[in-house]
């Protein structure tokens, strides 16, 4: 994987137009980029909200053989995160290992003796990034990643957390729309990787991670993360047997800031260049730097459709007025916006072409790309692609499009208001 800057990034997006998607030379840039291949032979399966989310989540959880390893933002101990972890406990009681990396500040309403009692269980538990004195600096740094692994053999990655907001259908009353990829296949290992990069810089005390510098990480993982990391499985046949209509390529793409590393960034970038029919994208926190905008505007000027939806009325209100900074110009370059109504919309997907999908954790935000450790799934492929594309249609369906004669028309206050947040705009 390549460190670098956004600022500073050699990616070449004049290049990047003559490579199409399903070329030999886009892949390989692909992987030029993430430092990952694209894995054959995945059986996948597209989940919409919490309702399809979480049973099959509970199913997976009282199957379990051997590991489960969860590497959660926001792991809350409401009802669901209850029900979650009493089903956790019971097969940590049976003898499974059990490992759960939380991010400190997205779990911050969770007691701690929630996790207290998972550990009386055996599960081994550790926050990501608490904030003593020795790691303040890195306070910026969220582990904003969403993983659950099976056996190492079956993955959940999405844009959803454990918690009462993700349960439910997306549209009834304090129901947040969500989604998540069942992946059973090869890009299961790329997916253990990054856990274990999670779970090997989480922790307390000075000797457990957590320290103000990363590069300090980094030296003490060499020593210590052979005691700390979860036991290698041996390779056995496989556990769970389940019937996916669904096959595809999977590349996982991840970033973190230890390193200014943009992979993530960068995949995009190079996606939104190479598309030629259409880019549809589904984001609940959306604020695009000028590269992306950028890219985005010559994709549709280029005469890609190009259609985004984002929540009408986001959890982070802060975050939407950061949004419209960039509605006139991205309106006046021919893209299509669109604001979904009702409960929050906390979906983060992307298809192009019909064949590139992602979804994931990381949002369209110099947050996700330069402060938070992020990881998305990409899937090639039509027969997923057409899921994807599906989705996205029915979310529309409960949108409002913004035109842009109307927009001109805002208020002064609100003109006035979202001038007044451009110097925050990268810790949204």
């Not at 039509?382 to 109307?406: K, Q, S, T, W, Y």
Request: some cysteine.
């Amino acid at each position: 994987m390549r460190p670098h800057l956004i600022i500073s990034s050699v990616f070449d997006l004049q290049y990047a137009g003559h490579l199409p998607i399903e070329s030999e030379a886009f892949d390989q840039e692909m992987h030029n980029i993430t430092g990952r291949y694209r894995h054959t032979n995945n059986q996948l399966l597209l989940l919409k909200n919490g309702d399809e989310i979480f049973p099959l989540l509970l199913e997976l959880i009282t199957k379990a053989k051997n590991s489960i390893y969860i590497d959660q933002y926001a792991f809350h101990g409401d009802d669901v995160g209850i029900k979650i972890s009493n089903a956790l406990k019971e097969r940590a009681d049976e003898g499974v290992e059990i490992c759960i990396t939380y991010d400190y500040l997205g779990s911050r309403g969770t007691n701690r003796s929630f996790w207290e009692d998972l550990e009386q269980h055996n599960i081994k538990v550790r926050p990501f990034n608490p904030i003593p004195w020795w790691t303040v600096i890195r306070a910026n740094n969220r582990d904003h990643r969403k993983i659950i692994l099976i056996d190492r053999e079956i993955g959940l990655i999405g844009d959803f957390g454990i918690g009462n907001h993700y349960a439910g259908d997306g549209k009834s009353n304090g129901s947040w729309r969500v989604s998540a990829l069942l992946i059973k296949g090869p890009a299961i290992k790329d997916l253990e990787e990054v856990f274990l990069e999670s779970w090997e810089e989480a922790g307390h005390a000075l000797l457990n991670k957590d320290l103000p510098f990363p590069l300090i990480n980094i030296i003490l993982d060499i020593p210590f993360s052979l005691f700390s990391r979860p036991q290698a499985a041996a390779e056995t046949e496989p556990l769970h047997s389940l019937s996916l209509k669904a096959s595809g390529e999977v590349r996982i793409i991840s970033s973190n800031p230890n390193w200014g590393s943009t992979e993530i960034f960068d995949a995009l970038l190079l996606a939104f260049k190479a598309a030629r029919k259409s880019i549809y994208i589904t984001q609940s926190y959306f604020i695009p730097n000028g590269r992306v905008q950028d890219a985005l505007i010559d994709a549709s000027r280029r005469g890609v459709e190009v259609k985004i939806i984002l929540p009408q009325k986001p959890d982070v209100l802060l975050v939407k007025s950061a949004a419209e900074l960039s509605y006139e110009e991205l309106l006046e370059g021919g893209i299509r916006i669109f604001e979904r109504k009702g409960t929050m919309l906390h979906t983060k997907t992307i298809v192009i072409d019909g064949i590139w999908s992602s979804i994931g954790s990381c949002n369209i935000d110099d947050r996700s790309f330069l402060l938070n450790y992020e990881c998305n799934a990409v899937v090639y492929g039509r027969f997923f692609g057409n899921a994807m594309e599906e989705m996205f249609e029915e979310d529309l369906v409960d949108c409002e499009e913004i035109a842009l004669e109307r927009w001109r028309k805002r208020s002064w206050w609100k003109r006035l208001r979202n001038k007044l947040l451009i110097p925050f705009t990268k810790q949204l």
